[in-house]
């Protein structure tokens, strides 16, 4: 495959510049599309002698027809997305802006008529309350998840249009499903950051209380960028596209034990309290892998939960939050 050309939207960021490093790797040729908004060029260091940029906007048309030019696989990540305390008054906002781009990037595919494509979706397309270890549902029964819901409108908007560009082209298109990504190459954006770094970064500076948004008792499962690259690469390579995959674990951390985690690996005993009045999104939240499983039998993960927060912590030494708070 060293002879194709491989787009990665969205590649500076946090999972894009993951997937990028490991293609690179892999031998590939690939063109990073992206116009930095969060994504640095500094997650692609790694690989930055070894790449195009294409820099620009997707909510463009032009730019998007032009950025995918002569590339024979795609996979698509980029988005904007926040921390759960961004959505609130901000749902049409963000539908709005992924809706944009999504059209663009659909017309550019019809166009193109790419050999693979590989779809971001996300697991805010399934409603509150479903089960709490998620399958991969379809995308009608309910709202999306409500803290979300602008985000979980348009990723399903999204998947619909590349189903109906798959039907009418014959276009190979994987969809994934990603819950709860985190890594050490997240981009810093103040209040509206996601919850990993967010706490990181309260503990870390010394916050005493330490205040998590909710009762605590909320249960989530996690993945690194890392190993959440190398399953999009696995169902890529493995050309599934009989239906969405989720991107998860079954197993599933409290958030104030993931507090208390965060709090060990930084040798800091800061006391909790737990802020009843903000948003903390459905029970239970976990990944049904059981298709995933079928598809790639032989995955296992690289990056612990333990091993990501200290990568976390090398994030925080690391970062600048007072040129990136935004």
Not at 227 to 232: E, G, L, T, V, Y
Not at 257 to 266: F, G, H, K, N, S
Not at 272 to 289: A, M, W, Y
Request: contains cysteine.
């Amino acid at each position: 495959m060293t002879d194709q050309i491989i787009a990665v939207t969205g590649g500076a960021g946090l999972i894009g510049s993951f997937l990028v490093d490991q293609l690179v790797i892999a031998g590939h040729r690939i063109v990073v599309i992206d116009d930095f908004s969060k994504g640095t060029r500094k997650n692609l260091s790694k690989s930055i002698d070894s790449i195009e940029i294409r820099e620009g906007d997707l909510e463009d048309a032009t730019f998007t027809h032009e950025a995918l030019e002569g590339c024979n696989i795609v996979y698509h990540l980029a988005s904007r997305a926040y921390g759960v305390g961004y959505g609130q008054g901000h749902h049409m906002e963000i539908m709005a802006h992924n809706e944009r781009i999504s059209t663009n990037l659909i017309e550019a595919l019809e166009k193109h008529r790419p050999e693979h494509v590989l779809i971001t979706s996300s697991s805010c397309v399934y409603d509150d309350d479903g089960p709490d270890m998620i399958p991969e549902l379809p995308l009608f029964l309910d709202d999306p998840e409500r803290v979300n819901k602008g985000y979980g409108w348009a990723k399903r908007f999204l998947e619909q249009k590349s189903n109906l560009l798959a039907e009418e082209t014959g276009i190979p298109i994987t969809i994934v499903r990603p819950f709860n990504i985190y890594g050490e190459r997240y981009r810093w954006v103040g209040q509206y950051s996601q919850a990993i770094p967010m706490l990181v970064k309260r503990i870390l500076d010394g916050e005493d209380p330490v205040v998590v948004w909710g009762s605590g008792n909320q249960r989530r499962s996690y993945i690194h960028a890392h190993d959440c690259a190398r399953m999009m690469t696995g169902l890529t390579q493995a050309k599934y596209t009989a239906g969405p995959v989720n991107i998860g674990t079954q197993e599933t951390i409290a958030v104030k034990d993931l507090v208390l985690l965060i709090c060990e690996a930084a040798g800091m005993k800061p006391e909790l309290t737990f802020d009843l009045t903000k948003p903390e999104g459905r029970s239970i939240k976990s990944s049904d892998t059981s298709l995933f499983a079928s598809i790639l039998p032989e995955f296992d993960f690289e990056v612990s939960l333990k091993d990501g927060v200290k990568r976390m912590l090398d994030w925080y030494e690391t970062t600048s939050f007072d040129a990136n708070d935004q």
